[in-house]
């Protein structure tokens, strides 16, 4: 069984703080990952996307990939309360045309 | 306005019936998909497809049907034979490319009466 896990939190941060949120997957062979943000209520965005080792910029958003150690991380800048949230890692493994979701870390951004 | 809709935004079933939810997408996407979240959950996949009149069973399929007869739209059915269908379902497309990235509509909360 193919497999993303991801810590259900919650994780809680002083505003302005960095806030790192971690990723694992069980398929060596996987394609590409990404960072979907959930609020409360409504459905996932997707904020990032990665798919080569090594870290992805965008604004405060940073995430990063280790293939070898099979883990995505995504950090966020400068944490506001506006980032409270819950954060889905989704993974396509290799050979795959659908998506595999974590169960989604939640986190609060404390003013 | 590009984007995927999906209606109603909550709905109501009764012991027995059967319910349709409704997805539209107008962003040209071949592929589309249909999630369940349960509160506190990840999304889990029941239906998926790649192609008009073609899909495929995802993750929990029993008690959902699906059809895709036209390449913009793809409704779910929950069938009387899902006996806990209280849920928020998700529907996404996918675009193509180097990275397909999967796009959500604003989701259908189903709650039993």
């Known amino acids: 069984q193919k497999e993303v896990e991801q810590n259900s939190g919650p994780l809680s941060v002083p505003e302005g703080a960095i806030a790192s949120l971690n990723c694992t997957y069980s398929?060596?062979?996987?394609?590409?990952f990404f960072w979907y943000r959930q609020y409360s209520g409504k459905s996932p965005e997707l904020i990032m996307f990665?798919?080569?080792?090594g870290d992805k910029e965008d604004g405060r958003f940073t995430a990063q990939l280790n293939k070898a150690s099979q883990y995505v991380s995504l950090l966020i800048r400068d944490s506001q309360p506006s980032d409270s949230a819950t954060y889905l890692c989704?993974?396509?493994?290799?050979?795959?045309?659908?998506?595999?979701f974590g169960q989604g870390t939640r986190l609060t951004i404390n003013p | 306005d590009g984007g995927i809709t999906q209606s109603p935004k909550y709905l109501f079933r009764k012991e027995g019936q059967n319910v349709t939810l409704s997805c539209e997408q107008n962003?040209?996407?071949?592929?589309m998909y249909w999630y369940r979240q349960d509160p506190g959950q990840g999304l889990r996949l029941i239906y998926y497809?790649?192609?008009?009149?073609?899909?495929q069973k995802g993750d929990i399929a029993e008690g959902y049907s699906v059809s895709r007869e036209k390449k913009e739209s793809f409704p779910l059915t929950v069938t009387s034979a899902q006996k806990n269908p209280t849920a928020f379902y998700l529907c996404?497309?996918?675009?193509?490319?180097?990275?397909?990235?999967?796009?959500f509509g604003p989701g259908t909360r189903l709650l039993v009466l």
């Open positions: 996404a497309s996918k675009g193509t490319g180097l990275v397909e990235t999967q796009y």
């Open positions: 989704a993974v396509r493994f290799q050979g795959a045309q659908k998506l595999v």
């Open positions: 398929d060596r062979g996987s394609q590409s």
């Open positions: 962003l040209n996407h071949d592929a």
């Open positions: 497809s790649q192609i008009v009149n073609d899909f």
């Open positions: 990665i798919y080569s080792n």
